[in-house]
C-alpha cells in the first residue's frame, strides 16, 4: 500500500434499492456510509457500516463541504480536519494531513467548456469524483493542474509483514477473551505464589497460540505468494508513443495500457480502442463474479483513433465496490474545437481481475488502481458470525466461571475458618515463612483466593476453542466433499464461505426463499401469448400458420388473419425489444445462427432480454420470448449491425432497424423499451414489461381485453408480459433524445434522472399483446420443500412476482397443500388493505395448517406505519399470525423488503435461526441481511449456474448477478434440492457433533477438577494440587483431545440415509436442543457425580494406604495419579459409549490414546510412582471398579431409554408423507403438476 | 481464526492469473472418507447387548469381592494412644493371633497430621533428595517390641530397618555410592535413611500410616511372633499436641493386595450384587416387552 494513502477515508454511498431519493441533507443520512477503514493494512476487511440515522451526523460532510467546493477553483486538498469536525464522534482514525481525499477533485478544469457546467447542479459538485488525465497529458489549457496523487497499483491482501507479524499476530490472538482469560491466569501464576507452576497453563496456552500463529501466519504466506503473483505480472504500458513493459505495480491511475487476447486486466481501465471493428470488446468475469458468459464492452464514442493524440480527462466517481455500477465522464479536448464531452457506464469499464476474451488487444487508460479497484473493494473479510451454540457455550462458560469463583470464595472461606483453630494454622512442623507471617491478612486472603482460582482455573477448558475450531475448519470439508452436491452440468460442487455456521444448518427455523431462480428454474418456456385479445397457442405439431393456431380466446371476435398486422407488430416488438447479441463466428453457417448464440450478453445494455435456449440471460426479468423462440414464426433477430438490428420477416425479408435508445430493465421499474428508427424513418418504441408496470401506461381502453388472458394466465401459475408500442413523432423523439442524452451524462443521480425520463417516455403506449411463459420449477422442488416443512422449518417465499403467480407456484411446490387454509392480506385496487385476518384469529384447530399471503404494498403499510406505536403494534400482529402458519407467502416485494421481513423474523422473540436462499442480485440485500452479523441468519445461495436447464449442457449460464450473491452468502450449492441435504443430513450431524463436542468438553473439565477441589478438605485448604502439574498441562492437550475431536468430525449418531428419510428427526434438535439447559445440567451432574466418585472411592481404599504387597504405602502422589487415571480411562470410555459410528479412526484413535497414557506415565516426573502403582493389586482393582462403576449409569440410561432415536423417528412421519405423495392438487394447475413428475427433469 | 480459512481463489481474486481455465474442475472425490462413508462399527446398546454384560460383571465381581474381604489373613493390631504426650509403653491385652509364617509390618501412624499440607509438600527439595548432600534433621520416636517372655524377662523383637521405602526412592539417580557407604551408623544417617525416605514420602491425606519396620518371618514352621504378650516402649519425641494429632502404632500383615482395608471387598460385592440384581431387572423387562422391541428392530 501506498504511503500516500495511509488514513485516506473513502465515502461511498450505497443506495438501498428502491427507497425514495430526494435531495439535500435528509436523504444523505439515509444512505448507508461505507467506510472501508485501514486501506493501509491492505484488507478492506474492517469494513464499517455506519447506519447514520441523525442528520446532524454525516450531512455537513457532505452538504455542508459540497456547497463550499464550487468556489474552490484548485482543487488540492479541501478537508482540514475541522471540516470533517462531526465525523469524527464516528470514530474514523482521521489523520489530520493526510486525510484529504484524493477525492476532491470536483471541479474539472477551468477550461472545461461551459456546455457541462450548466447541468451539473451545485450539489452534483461532491467531494466523491477524481479527475484523471488520459496518458498523463494534461489539458493544455490547464497549466495549474497538478497531478493527485493516487494509490499505486499494488494488491496487499496480506495481513501482517515479517517485522509485524509477532506483535500484530499476538495482539489480535490475545483479543479473544478465552485467551486473554489464560494469559491472566498465567501472569498470575507467574507473580503470585500459586500451586501449580506457570508452565501448567503456559504450556497449553502457548500451544494454542503457536499453532494459531502458524497457522495465520502460512494463511499470511500464501497472501503474500499470491499478491506478489499479481503485483509482479508484467503489463504493457502506452507511454510517449513507446511500449514499456512494467510490471503491474507500478502502473499508475492515467497511465494507458495494452492487454492482449486472454489477459486479465491489471487494474480498472477505461475502454478507449479495441482490435474489433465495431469497437466492443467482450470480457468474461469468471474469477471476478464467476460469470464464465462473455460480457461485451463498449469503447467511449468518438475518441480518436490514435491514442497518441487523446488529449481527455476522465471524471469519475470515487471507488465504490458495487461492480455493475459506474458513473463517469470523458472531456476529449481537441485543438480548435470545443471539447466534447461523452458519459462513462459500466459499459466502457474493464474490471481488474476479469479476462480479455475474443478480442485481440484493447487499449484502455487505468481510472482505478490497487487497492482502489473494484475487485479489491470487494474484498471483504468475512465477517466472524456468532452462532448460537458459540452463545450457548459462552452461558455455560459463564456458569463454570461461577462454579470456579465460589469453589475459590469457598476453599478461601474455609481456610480461614479452618485455620483459626488454634494449632492449625501453624503447627511446628509446619512454621510459616517469615514472609508469610508479615504479608496483610487481606492480601493474603486476595492471593489465597488467586491462588485458588489458579488451582481450579482447569474446569474452564483451553483447548476447546481450538477443538472447536478444528472441527469447523475441517468438517466443513465434508460439505465440499460431497459428491451428492456435486453438480456435473457446472463442474461444481457446494461452496463452504462461512464455517463458522456449520452446526446452524442443523436449527435451521425459518427458511426464507426466493422464487424465480431458486424455486423455479428460471427458464421459460413459451406456452401462449395474445396478441389483441386474441389467444395463440403453441403446438408442437402446429400445421398451420408457422406454428401458430388460434384457439379460442375469450373473445372470439374475428379470425387471426384480421389481426395480422397487429401480429407481425407483436412480433417484431419481440424481436427488437431486448438486448440479446449474436456472436459471430466465421466457421459457422447462417443456419444455426441461434445456436450460436451462446457467449453474449449484454451487461453493458443490460437490459430485459433474456433467452432460455441460448445461454443469454442479461438479466433476470421476465422475458417471454426470445429471438430464437421467434424463429419458429417466422421471425428471426439477425443481429447487430454497429447499431442497427436486423430482423428476418416472415416473408423472408430483411429489415433493419437503427436501434436509438435503450431503457433499460430494472426491477424497480418492472419493464423495459427500446427505441428504433425503421427504413422508413418512423421512430418507435417498444416497450414490454410485467402487467402492473405496462397496463397504467397504455390506452385504457386496450387494457380489458388483454387484461382478462393475463389473470387468467397467471392462476395457471405463468409469467406474463405484456408488449406495447409507440409511435414517436420527431418532436417527441428529440425532447426524449436530449432528456435521456443528459440524464447519461449526469453524474449524481443518474439513476433517478433517467428513471423520470424514461418514465415520461413511456407513456400513451397501446397495448399489443402479452405473452405466457412458464417457468418450470427446480427438480425435486416440491420434495425439497415438503421435507423442509416436515422438519418443522417455516417456509417463506418472498418474490417480487405476481400474488396469483406466487401462489400456483406454492401450490406446485406443495408449500401450501390442499387443506391449507390460506389467509390474505393483500391491497385492494381501491387502496384499502383487505383484512380478513387481522381481526381476532383464534388459532384453535392444531392440525390445521395456514398459509398466509401477504404483498409488499400491505407489508410496507404493516412495517411503515405512520405512528411509532402502531408500527410495533402491527408488526406483532403481523409476526404473530406469520409464526403460527406454516407457510408465509410475500409477493410483489422489494428487494429491500425482503431484507426487512429477514430481518424482522430474526430479530422476534427467541431470535430464531434464519435461513436466506436466493439466486441473484434482488437477493443479495436478503442474503446480505445476515452481515450485519448482529443475528444469525445463515444464507445459502444457489449458484445461479444451477439454473441451466438440460437444454444449455453444452455451455453453462450465469447470471449476472450469481457471483455477487454467492460472495455473500455463507453457503452455496448448486441446486435447489441440495438443500435437503445439506440441511437434513450435514445441518443435523453437524449440530450434534458439535453440541456434544462442547458438552463433553465442559463435563470432562469439571471431572477433572473436582477431585482437586474436593482434596482441598483433605490437605488443609492449602493449595496443594491433587494431580502433578503434568498432568494438569498434559489432560487437555494429550489424553483427552483426539477422541473427542474424531468423534467430532466423523459421528453419525443416525446414519445419513435415515436422516434423509426422516425429516422429522430434524426436530428432535430444533431450538438448540442439545444445548440448553436441562442437557447441560444432566452432563454437569454426570461431571459432579464422576468427580465425587473418583475422589472418594481413592479417598476409601487410601484408608490404608498400604497397599502394596511388601507392605509399603503410598503417598499423595500416588492418589493422584490413581484418580487421574481412572479420570482418563472413564472419560474416553464414556465417550466410545456415545460413539455410535465407530469407523477405524475412532478406534485408532480411542483406543491410541489410551495405550498412550499409559508409556508417557513412565517418563514424568513423578517417580516411579505410576510403576509402583501398577505393581498394587488393590489400585488395579479399584481402577477397574470405578471406571465400570461411572460408566454404569450412563448404560442403564441408555438401555432404558432405548425406544428413541430412528424408531421413534419413524412412528411420527408417516401421515405427513403419507399426504404428501398423493397430491391430486386443485385442477387449475395441471402444468404446474407436469414440472415435478419424473419424468418432466428428464424431458425437458 | 481457523475458520476464516484463507483461499485465494475465492477471496481475491488472484486466481486471475493462472485464468479461468484451470478455475473448477474440482469433482468431489468419491472416496469413503471424503463422503463420510466410512465403514463403521454401529453398537447399538439395547437390554440384549447389555443384559449378558450385566451377569458377567456380576458374576465376576462377587466372587472377587468375597475374596477380597475373606482374604484379609492379616490382622491389624492398632492401639490407640493413650497418652501421647510422653513416652509410654503399652503390653498387650490379649495375646497376639498371627499368621505364624508371614512378615509382621509396623507401622506407624498420625492422625490429623496435614503433611499433604503444601506448605510441607512445597519444603520437600527434590534436588536435594536426589543427591545434593545436604543433612537434614530427622525427628522420629524411636520404637522398640518386646516379647514378654512366659518367665517375665523382655527379649527384643529384631525389627528389619530395610524393604520400607520404595526401592526407587531409594536409588536415586544421583546418589553415587550405595547407602552403606555413607556412614557407618546407619541408624542416623541424612537422607539416605529409609526411615527419612519413608517419612519424606508425602502422604495423601491428614490422617495416614507409614511403614516403620518389617518383622521378618522364621525359617521353619516358626511364627514370627508366637502368641503370647508383648509390649511396646515408645520414646515420645514428636510432639502432637499442639494439632490436636494423635498416634499409633500398628502391627500388620500383609496380604497381596496389600494392608488391611475392607473397602474393596465390600465394594466389589456391593456392585457385582447391584450388576447381578439389574441383571434380573433387566432380563424381566427385556422378556417382557420383548416383542415389541424386535418389532422396531426389524422396521429399521
Known amino acids: ?1244 | 481464526m481457523m475458520a476464516s480459512s484463507y483461499t485465494a481463489k475465492e477471496e481475491d481474486g488472484h486466481i486471475t492469473v493462472s485464468g479461468p481455465g484451470a478455475l473448477r474442475s474440482r469433482k468431489p472425490e468419491n472416496t469413503a472418507f471424503k463422503q463420510q462413508r466410512l465403514p463403521a462399527w454401529q453398537p447399538i446398546l439395547t437390554a440384549g447387548t447389555v443384559l449378558p454384560a450385566f451377569f458377567i460383571i456380576g458374576l465376576l465381581f462377587i466372587p472377587i469381592g468375597i475374596g477380597l474381604f475373606i482374604d484379609y489373613t492379616g490382622v491389624d493390631a492398632s492401639s490407640p494412644c493413650f497418652n501421647c504426650s510422653q513416652s509410654f509403653s503399652w503390653n498387650s491385652s490379649r495375646p497376639f493371633v498371627f499368621d505364624p509364617q508371614s512378615n509382621v509390618y509396623v507401622y506407624y501412624g498420625l492422625s490429623n497430621f496435614y503433611q499433604n499440607h503444601r506448605r510441607y509438600v512445597k519444603s520437600r527439595d527434590d534436588s536435594q533428595l536426589n543427591g545434593d548432600p545436604k543433612s537434614l534433621m530427622v525427628r522420629r520416636n524411636t520404637l522398640e517390641l518386646f516379647y514378654n517372655d512366659p518367665n517375665g524377662t523382655k527379649v527384643q523383637i529384631l525389627l528389619n530397618t530395610t524393604g520400607i521405602a520404595w526401592w526407587t526412592d531409594k536409588h536415586p539417580i544421583n546418589w553415587r555410592r550405595p547407602v552403606f557407604d555413607l556412614d557407618a551408623d546407619e541408624g542416623n544417617n541424612g537422607f539416605i535413611n529409609e526411615d527419612f525416605i519413608v517419612w519424606m514420602r508425602t502422604a495423601a491425606l491428614p490422617t495416614f500410616r507409614k511403614l516403620y519396620r518389617i518383622i521378618n518371618k522364621k525359617s521353619g514352621m516358626v511364627p514370627t511372633l508366637p502368641r503370647g504378650n508383648y509390649s511396646l516402649e515408645v520414646v515420645y519425641n514428636y510432639p502432637v499436641r499442639s494439632f490436636e494429632g494423635r498416634k499409633r502404632m500398628i502391627l500388620s500383615t500383609i496380604s497381596w493386595m496389600g494392608g488391611k482395608n475392607p473397602f474393596l471387598g465390600i465394594a466389589y460385592i456391593t456392585v457385582g450384587s447391584v450388576c447381578f440384581f439389574l441383571g434380573v431387572v433387566l432380563l424381566l423387562i427385556h422378556h417382557k416387552c420383548g416383542n415389541r422391541n424386535n418389532n422396531a428392530d426389524i422396521s429399521n
Open chain 1, 1 to 1244: 500500500m501506498a504511503e500516500g494513502s495511509k488514513g485516506r477515508v473513502y465515502l461511498q454511498q450505497v443506495f438501498p434499492l428502491g427507497t425514495d431519493k430526494t435531495r439535500g441533507g435528509e436523504v444523505l443520512c439515509s444512505r448507508e456510509v461505507a467506510f472501508p477503514l485501514k486501506p493501509v493494512e491492505g484488507l478492506i476487511q474492517t469494513e464499517t457500516r455506519l447506519f447514520c440515522s441523525s442528520a446532524d451526523c454525516v450531512t455537513p460532510l457532505f452538504v455542508g463541504e459540497t456547497h463550499q467546493l464550487p468556489q474552490r477553483t484548485k482543487h488540492q486538498s479541501v478537508f482540514s480536519p475541522s471540516t470533517l469536525g462531526p465525523l469524527s464522534h464516528l470514530q474514523v482514525p482521521l489523520k489530520a494531513p493526510t486525510v484529504a481525499p484524493a477525492s476532491a477533485h470536483a471541479t474539472p478544469s477551468p477550461g472545461t467548456g461551459t456546455a457541462d457546467k450548466g447541468p451539473l447542479g451545485r450539489d452534483e459538485r461532491r467531494v466523491d469524483s477524481r479527475t484523471i488525465c488520459v496518458g498523463h497529458r494534461s489539458s493544455s489549457n490547464n497549466e495549474a493542474f497538478i497531478p493527485p496523487k493516487f494509490c499505486d497499483n499494488r494488491i496487499v491482501s496480506s495481513k501482517y509483514t515479517v517485522w509485524n507479524f509477532l506483535p500484530k499476530n499476538l495482539f489480535e490472538q490475545f483479543r479473544r477473551i478465552a485467551n486473554f482469560y489464560f494469559l491472566i491466569i498465567f501472569l498470575v501464576q507467574v507473580i503470585v505464589d500459586t500451586p501449580t507452576s506457570p508452565v501448567t497453563s503456559g504450556l497449553p496456552l502457548f500451544f494454542v497460540i503457536t499453532v494459531t500463529a502458524i497457522k495465520q501466519g502460512y494463511e499470511d504466506w500464501l497472501r503474500h505468494k499470491a499478491d506478489n503473483e499479481v503485483n509482479k505480472y508484467p503489463v504493457t504500458v502506452l507511454e510517449q508513443g513507446r511500449r514499456i513493459q512494467k510490471e503491474s505495480e507500478k502502473i499508475k491511475v492515467g497511465d494507458v495500457l495494452e492487454v492482449d487476447e486472454d489477459e486479465t486486466f491489471p487494474c480498472d481501465l477505461i475502454l478507449l480502442q479495441s482490435s474489433r471493428e465495431d469497437d466492443t470488446c467482450f470480457v468474461t468475469t469468471a474469477s471476478l463474479d464467476g460469470e464464465s458468459n462473455h460480457k461485451t464492452h463498449y469503447i467511449v464514442p468518438d475518441t480518436e483513433k490514435d491514442l497518441e493524440s487523446l488529449n481527455a480527462t476522465i471524471e469519475c466517481e470515487q471507488p465504490q465496490p458495487d461492480l455493475y455500477k459506474f458513473v463517469g465522464r470523458m472531456h476529449i479536448y481537441k485543438t480548435d474545437q470545443e471539447p466534447a464531452v461523452r458519459s462513462l457506464g459500466p459499459e466502457n469499464l474493464l474490471l481488474k481481475g476479469s479476462t480479455l476474451k475474443n478480442t485481440r488487444r484493447i487499449c484502455g487508460v487505468a481510472i482505478y488502481t490497487g487497492m482502489e479497484t473494484k475487485m479489491a473493494l470487494n474484498y471483504q473479510g468475512k465477517s466472524q458470525k456468532r452462532s448460537a451454540v458459540e452463545k450457548s457455550i459462552n452461558a455455560f462458560l459463564l456458569v463454570y466461571l461461577c462454579i470456579l469463583v465460589s469453589k475459590a470464595l469457598v476453599c478461601t472461606t474455609l481456610k480461614y475458618v479452618w485455620q483459626n483453630k488454634p494449632g492449625q494454622d501453624e503447627p511446628w512442623y509446619n512454621e510459616k515463612t517469615k514472609r508469610e507471617k508479615d504479608t496483610n491478612l487481606y492480601l493474603k486472603m486476595f492471593t489465597d483466593f488467586l491462588s485458588f482460582m489458579v488451582l481450579f482455573n482447569f474446569i474452564i477448558p483451553v483447548s476447546m476453542y481450538v477443538t472447536v475450531e478444528m472441527q469447523k475448519f475441517l468438517g466443513s470439508f465434508f460439505i465440499t466433499w460431497d459428491k451428492d452436491f456435486f453438480d456435473p452440468e457446472i463442474k461444481e460442487g457446494a461452496l463452504v464461505n462461512t464455517s463458522d455456521l456449520n452446526e446452524e444448518l442443523g436449527q435451521v427455523e425459518y427458511v426464507f426463499t426466493d422464487k424465480t431462480g431458486t424455486l423455479t428454474q428460471n427458464n421459460m418456456e413459451f406456452i401462449e401469448c395474445c396478441i389483441d385479445g386474441f389467444q395463440y397457442k403453441y403446438q408442437d405439431a402446429g400445421t398451420d400458420l408457422d406454428g401458430f393456431c388460434v384457439t379460442d380466446g375469450p373473445v372470439n371476435k374475428v379470425q387471426h388473419k384480421a389481426g395480422r398486422e397487429k401480429e407481425e407488430l407483436f412480433l417484431r416488438a419481440l424481436c427488437l425489444c431486448h438486448t440479446v447479441q449474436v456472436k459471430e463466428s466465421p466457421e459457422q453457417g447462417q443456419g444455426q445462427r441461434d445456436g450460436l448464440m451462446d457467449q453474449v450478453d449484454g451487461l453493458g445494455v443490460d437490459g430485459l432480454g433474456r433467452m432460455e435456449r441460448g445461454s443469454i440471460r442479461p438479466h433476470r426479468s421476465r422475458e417471454a420470448l426470445s429471438p430464437p423462440h421467434l424463429m419458429r414464426y417466422g421471425f428471426t433477430f439477425l443481429g447487430f449491425e454497429s447499431k442497427t438490428m436486423k430482423i428476418l420477416t416472415r416473408d423472408n425479408d430483411v429489415e433493419r432497424y437503427e436501434l436509438l435508445h435503450v431503457l433499460n430493465f430494472d426491477p424497480v421499474r418492472r419493464r423495459m423499451s427500446v427505441i428504433v428508427r425503421s427504413k422508413s424513418g418512423d421512430t418507435l418504441l417498444f416497450c414490454k414489461g410485467a402487467d402492473s408496470s405496462i397496463f397504467p401506461r397504455v390506452r385504457q381502453e386496450e387494457v380489458e381485453r388483454i387484461r382478462m388472458n393475463v389473470e387468467r394466465n397467471a392462476t395457471e401459475g405463468y409469467r406474463t408480459l405484456c408488449v406495447a408500442y409507440k409511435y414517436l413523432n420527431a418532436e417527441e423523439y428529440a425532447q426524449a433524445d436530449a432528456g435521456l442524452r443528459e440524464a447519461r451524462l449526469a453524474l449524481q443521480d443518474r439513476e433517478e434522472k433517467l428513471m423520470a425520463v424514461y418514465n415520461q417516455v413511456e407513456t400513451g403506449m397501446s397495448l399489443i399483446g402479452a405473452t405466457a411463459v412458464e417457468d418450470r420449477l427446480q427438480e425435486e422442488a416440491a420434495e425439497t420443500m415438503e421435507a423442509l416443512q416436515g422438519a418443522g422449518m417455516k417456509v417463506w417465499v418472498l418474490t417480487g412476482d405476481k400474488m396469483e403467480t406466487a401462489k400456483s407456484t406454492c401450490y406446485a411446490c406443495r408449500l401450501f397443500q390442499r387443506n391449507t387454509e390460506l389467509l390474505e392480506l393483500t391491497k385492494m385496487e381501491a387502496g384499502g388493505v383487505r383484512s380478513d385476518c387481522m381481526s381476532s384469529w383464534t388459532w384453535s384447530s392444531a392440525n390445521h395448517d395456514y398459509g398466509f399471503i401477504i404483498d409488499g404494498a400491505t407489508l410496507s403499510m404493516v412495517l411503515n406505519s405512520s405512528s411509532e406505536s402502531n408500527s410495533s403494534r402491527y408488526k406483532n400482529l403481523f409476526l404473530q399470525i406469520c409464526q403460527n402458519c406454516t407457510s408465509v407467502l410475500c409477493c410483489r416485494m422489494a428487494p429491500l423488503q425482503k431484507a426487512q421481513i429477514v430481518k424482522m423474523v430474526k430479530n422476534s422473540k427467541g431470535s430464531p435461526i434464519t435461513l436466506s436462499i436466493g439466486d441473484g442480485a434482488n437477493d443479495v440485500s436478503m442474503i446480505l441481511e445476515a452481515h450485519v452479523g448482529l443475528v444469525r441468519n445463515l444464507t445459502l445461495k444457489l449458484t445461479k449456474r444451477s439454473l441451466i436447464t438440460v437444454s444449455d449442457r453444452e455451455n453453462g449460464i450465469k447470471g449476472k448477478e450469481g457471483r455477487q450473491a454467492v460472495r455473500n452468502s455463507d453457503y452455496a450449492i448448486p441446486k435447489l434440492k441440495h438443500l435437503k441435504k445439506l440441511l437434513l443430513a450435514h445441518g443435523h450431524l453437524y449440530y450434534v457433533r458439535i453440541a456434544h463436542l462442547v458438552q463433553y468438553f465442559f463435563y470432562k473439565n469439571l471431572c477433572f477438577i473436582l477431585p482437586q477441589f474436593l482434596y482441598q478438605f483433605f490437605c488443609g485448604y492449602s493449595q496443594q494440587p491433587l494431580y502433578d502439574a503434568a498432568y494438569l498441562t498434559m489432560y487437555n492437550i494429550c489424553f483427552t483431545s483426539m477422541p473427542i475431536l474424531a468423534y467430532s468430525l466423523l459421528e453419525q449418531h443416525i446414519c445419513m440415509e435415515v436422516l434423509l428419510d426422516n425429516a422429522t428427526l430434524y426436530r428432535g434438535i430444533a431450538k438448540n436442543g442439545m444445548l440448553r439447559w436441562r442437557p447441560f445440567f444432566y452432563w454437569t451432574l454426570l461431571g459432579v457425580f464422576h468427580g465425587l466418585l473418583f475422589f472418594f472411592g481413592v479417598r476409601y481404599l487410601f484408608g490404608n494406604p498400604a497397599l502394596q504387597d511388601n507392605g509399603q504405602v503410598f503417598g499423595n502422589w500416588s492418589y493422584g495419579t490413581i484418580v487421574f487415571t481412572v479420570l482418563v480411562f472413564t472419560v474416553t470410555l464414556k465417550l466410545a459409549l456415545d460413539t455410535r459410528h465407530w469407523t477405524w479412526i475412532n478406534h485408532f484413535v480411542i483406543w491410541g490414546s489410551l495405550a498412550f497414557y499409559v508409556p508417557f506415565l513412565k517418563q514424568q516426573r513423578l517417580y516411579f510412582v505410576f510403576a509402583n502403582m501398577l505393581s498394587s493389586v488393590s489400585a488395579w482393582l479399584v481402577i477397574i471398579l470405578l471406571i465400570l462403576l461411572s460408566l454404569l449409569p450412563e448404560i442403564l440410561l441408555v438401555v432404558f431409554r432405548k425406544p428413541r432415536g430412528p424408531h421413534a423417528g419413524q412412528m411420527k412421519p408417516v401421515h405427513s408423507s403419507a399426504g404428501g405423495h398423493q397430491s391430486p392438487r386443485s385442477s387449475a394447475r395441471p402444468l404446474l403438476m407436469r414440472t415435478f413428475s419424473d419424468e418432466s427433469n428428464t424431458v425437458l
